[in-house]
């Protein structure tokens, strides 16, 4: 989608000098010869051998065998849009750094969205993070704040980080499963570091399922730090708040489309980015003064926990819009490189260990992902504050550095290029008094597994902690080894008794009768075992509405996709209106039908078909409406498919409506849940009216079905 404001985007400009059209233009050879033919290779006559003279040949060949290079370790499979952030309150009083100060300011992003487990290949709907990274380019250099839509980590230090992408990934021995946690080893870790708990909570919830990457939340995780004019440093902890609300697709609904359309959430982002529905997120800040570091119930600096909202208000600063789809997925989305140590003048670390360690492994990474490390010149890559300093060479070096000198201090260069005064932007490290041994341990405030696991848990609604049941019991009901299941179960005892009695009684393993002495493998060998036993207790907040989905939903109706299905001559006058509304709500109907093509209604306008029955499926769209009209609706159901299409509809609770017989049309159907007997319309949770649709829609699911199913 060709936005005219991004005209004045200086990324995108920066990014103009390595686009290429080939508009009207001829085919040449690397070398920028003209290639006359491209069929046929060089032979010793026509039925001869290939010869090894062909340089045309060899360089098409030769590139091509070349052209994979290793997918991400973690978060492999990723889509990406530019755009950019506008800030609307300054932060000035707690960071110098400019894109948080300076109100109206657009700074252009990339941002990618990820999942974390499965191959670059795999399906966009499996139960997992997802990766929530943010390249801003500003004029101080390049910011990246490298997060997830979760707000919590499975570690503590990334010591633990290549052993549990280790248990997560593929099994060793057969690489299967693919982009699922729900086998041996994930649990078999699991189930012996209690301090994945809390984590796992959010992981077995629906925020592991989002319905579009549009409607998920993003978080930076850790507390890192901004730092004043005067150098006064304030924690704080990142939000991303998506302008559409949150929403997620239920578990069944979620494996469906993984097999109808794995490339769910990619096509999703790009379309409404294209149709010009760009994506918004608010940002948001947790500040929390220096001196209430120690004032929390847990420590800001382990990566397990969050700060709940209710104890530390989310103050909204501004907001990012996705404006624009890549030109190429591959030099911009697969080659951009993120990394929690890019920073400007205004943000720094803190001492967090999963952190700390994280500023190690993302330059490494890219050394064997991109190469070398002139990674930074790859255009998706380059800032747009010009790059100069004394590092030089290595493989494909674009840079060409003028002048003899190459190291600083110099005089043959006047000492340039010199070191910037911390006034005029030069980066100065925090400073911060540190007295200690050198120590390789935990601190003994990082023992508490449990307590904001709880919080977790009790901040859901019942629907919700439902589903975090129904999940741990389908993750576990895989795993093949009974004691891993049984250690799992020990393990969620100390977070809520009932559930992990459902859990057992699904599994097979003996019901808890009361809380176990929790696993936890994760420490030295010559630990004292007092410092790490962990500390079961209670949250200081019981509960906080925040970390709920359905307690947030908001503004549901935009650019939902609404299924329209008919075999013709439904009533057309009942189509319009239908339609004139749910535009004006700002969602989108599409016809399906047996066969594309056009269908007449009965009054004879003609709508386009955008879908079929066998070349879509229920589980891609949002809602279902049944048309009326010559008994539209009940003929549709001698179909096979469009019995299969309103079943999955109706048990995966979306809103439906039924503009013909409704009564006529549920007793044909013969839902399960209705044992035969036909229920009415508003006892299964149906609409007869389209107002009464628009107001499920912005329900987004009717979660009370779920007792019926
Ligand atoms: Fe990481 C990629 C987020 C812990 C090591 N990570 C990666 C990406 C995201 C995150 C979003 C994908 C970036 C992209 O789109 O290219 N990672 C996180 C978060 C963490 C976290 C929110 C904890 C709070 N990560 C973490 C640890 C380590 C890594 C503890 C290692 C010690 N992460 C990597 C990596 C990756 C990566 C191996 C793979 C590809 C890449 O860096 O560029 O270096």
């Known amino acids: 989608m060709k936005n005219p404001k991004n005209q004045h985007n200086p990324k995108l400009k920066d990014l103009e000098k390595n686009t290429l059209k080939n508009d009207k233009e001829a085919m040449t050879t690397d070398q920028g010869l003209k290639i006359n033919d491209d069929q046929n290779s060089l032979k010793a006559g026509d039925r001869g051998s290939s010869l090894l003279e062909d340089f045309i040949l060899r360089e098409k060949i030769t590139h091509f065998d070349h052209e994979r290079i290793p997918e991400r370790i973690?978060?492999?499979?990723?889509?990406?849009?530019?755009?950019?952030?506008?800030?609307?309150?300054s932060l000035d009083k707690y960071t110098k750094a400019k894109i948080f100060t300076e109100v109206g300011k657009e700074t252009p992003v990339f941002t990618r969205f990820s999942t974390v487990a499965g191959s670059k290949g795999s399906t966009d709907l499996a139960r997992d993070v997802r990766g929530f990274a943010v390249k801003f380019y500003t004029e101080e250099g390049t910011y990246d704040l490298v997060g997830n839509n979760m707000p919590v980590f499975f570690i503590q230090d990334a010591m633990k980080f290549p052993d549990l992408v280790h248990?997560?990934?593929?099994?060793?021995h057969n690489e299967v499963p693919q982009a699922a946690s729900a086998h041996d080893t994930f649990w078999d870790f699991i189930s012996l570091m209690p301090e994945s708990l809390h984590m796992i909570m959010w992981a077995?919830?629906?925020?592991a399922i989002p319905r579009s990457l549009r409607m998920m939340e993003g978080f930076g995780v850790h507390t890192f730090r901004f730092i004043n004019d005067n150098n006064e440093s304030t924690f704080v902890k990142f939000h991303w708040k998506p302008k559409l609300g949150m929403h997620s697709v239920v578990w069944d609904e979620a494996q469906k489309i993984s097999g109808k359309d794995s490339d769910f959430h990619k096509k999703d982002l790009w379309n409404a980015i294209e149709e010009g529905d760009f994506p918004e997120w608010d940002l948001g800040v947790q500040l929390i003064p220096e001196e209430d570091e120690h004032k929390f119930d847990f420590d800001l600096l382990d990566a397990t926990k969050l700060v709940p909202e209710s104890e530390v208000p989310v103050q909204l600063v501004g907001t990012m819009t996705l404006n624009r789809n890549p030109s190429n997925f591959f030099a911009e989305t697969e080659q951009?490189?993120?990394h929690p140590g890019h920073l400007v003048p205004g943000i720094d670390f803190t001492n967090?260990?999963?952190?700390?360690?994280?500023?190690?492994?993302?330059?490494d990474t890219q050394l064997s992902r991109l190469g070398s490390p002139n990674f930074h010149e790859i255009p998706i890559n380059r800032s747009i504050n010009p790059v100069r300093n004394n590092q030089r060479d290595g493989h494909m070096r674009q840079q060409i550095n003028e002048g003899a000198s190459s190291y600083h201090p110099n005089s043959i260069a006047d000492g340039c290029p010199f070191q910037a005064m911390m006034k005029d932007g030069g980066f100065h490290s925090h400073e911060e008094r540190i007295d200690g041994h050198k120590v390789r341990t935990r601190s003994r405030s990082f023992m508490d597994h449990f307590s904001q696991a709880k919080l977790f848990f009790n901040s859901q609604t019942k629907t919700e902690q439902q589903h975090i049941?129904?999940?741990?019991?389908?993750?576990?009901?895989?795993?093949?080894?009974?004691?891993?299941?049984?250690?799992?179960?020990?393990?969620l005892t100390n977070i809520n008794m009932d559930m992990a009695k459902s859990v057992a009684q699904a599994l097979g393993v003996p019901v808890p009768k009361k809380p176990a002495e929790p696993l936890n493998e994760g420490k030295p060998a010559d630990a004292d075992k007092g410092h790490y036993t962990p500390i079961v207790k209670e949250p200081q907040t019981q509960s906080d509405d925040a970390l709920s989905i359905i307690k947030n939903l908001k503004n549901a109706t935009k650019t939902r996709k609404i299924a329209f299905l008919t075999l013709g001559k439904h009533d057309g006058k009942q189509l319009g209106d239908l339609n004139q509304k749910l535009k004006k709500a700002g969602a989108k109907l599409q016809v399906v039908s047996t066969g594309l093509g056009t269908l007449k209604s009965d009054s004879g306008e003609e709508v386009e078909i955008a879908a079929t029955l066998f070349n879509s499926d229920a589980v891609l769209f949002d809602a279902l409406v049944i048309a009326g009209g010559d008994k539209n609706g009940t003929a549709l159901l001698s179909k096979g498919k469009a019995k299969e299409f309103v079943t999955d509809t109706f048990n995966h609770c979306k809103p439906i409506l039924i503009l013909s017989d409704a009564s006529a049309f549920i007793d044909e159907l013969g839902l399960p849940c209705c044992k035969g007997a036909a229920k009415s319309a508003s006892e299964l949770f149906i609409?007869?009216?389209?107002?009464?649709?628009?107001?499920?829609?912005s329900k987004h699911r009717h979660w009370e079905r779920e007792e019926l199913i």
Do not use: C, W
């Open 469 to 491: 049941i129904n999940a741990l019991q389908f993750e576990l009901s895989k795993v093949s080894r009974p004691h891993i299941r049984e250690n799992m179960v020990n393990q």
């Open 336 to 338: 951009v490189a993120f």
């Open 352 to 363: 967090d260990p999963l952190l700390q360690g994280r500023l190690f492994s993302y330059t």
């Open 167 to 172: 248990a997560v990934k593929p099994e060793p």
């Open 204 to 207: 077995m919830s629906d925020r």
């Open 687 to 697: 609409d007869t009216s389209i107002d009464g649709f628009l107001k499920s829609l």
């Open 74 to 89: 973690v978060h492999a499979r990723g889509s990406g849009a530019h755009g950019v952030f506008k800030l609307h309150t």
